[in-house]
């Protein structure tokens, strides 16, 4: 092999390592933000397709700042409310409870209401409706409550 071989080997084994090095570079930046919560933007959309110009003035409930109305919650059920970081129960008629949304497991947004339980789909910690009390899966502490006030049949944020 002369010299000159050798350099060129040399070179292209240098191209070669440094488009590889450049390809894991890319790869381990795309995944650099796998698993942060990313900010979720809930705009309402107008016929157009555009958020139209200024925000309504009435929540989901059709009350002013309402969370939800009373008829709007399950009852033995509830309703996740992922902008306000919050799930409202009603355990049992006219009763309504509130608690973060957060799971007490590695801090997941809980993702279902299934029946008497509160579920957070990441591993599968399940909470009680009632009192947010660890009823299954990892989890090993309640969910903090929340303060919500019943204002005639509309749930507001206290």
């Known amino acids: 092999m002369s010299d000159d071989q050798g350099a060129g080997c040399r070179s292209r084994r240098s191209v070669l390592a440094c488009a590889g090095a450049a390809g894991v570079g890319a790869l381990l930046t795309g995944c650099q933000t796998y698993g942060q919560p990313q900010p979720v933007q809930n705009q309402p959309i107008g016929s157009a397709g555009v958020p139209p110009a200024a925000p309504a003035t009435k929540g989901p409930a059709g009350a002013a700042g309402a969370l939800a109305t009373l008829a ?26 509130a608690f973060s949304a ?20 990441c591993h599968n910690s ?26 005639g049949d509309a749930i507001r944020l206290a």
């Open 72 to 97: 709007d919650i399950p009852v033995g059920g509830g309703k996740i409310f992922a902008a306000q970081k919050v799930v409202v129960t009603q355990p049992q008629p006219g009763t309504v409870k």
């Open 102 to 121: 957060t799971c007490t497991h590695q801090g997941c947004t809980v993702t279902s209401v299934k029946g008497d339980r509160i579920v957070c789909g």
């Open 126 to 151: 399940q909470f009680d409706i009632s009192d947010g009390s660890v009823k299954g899966g990892p989890a090993n502490a309640p969910l903090p409550e929340a303060n919500v006030v019943l204002d």
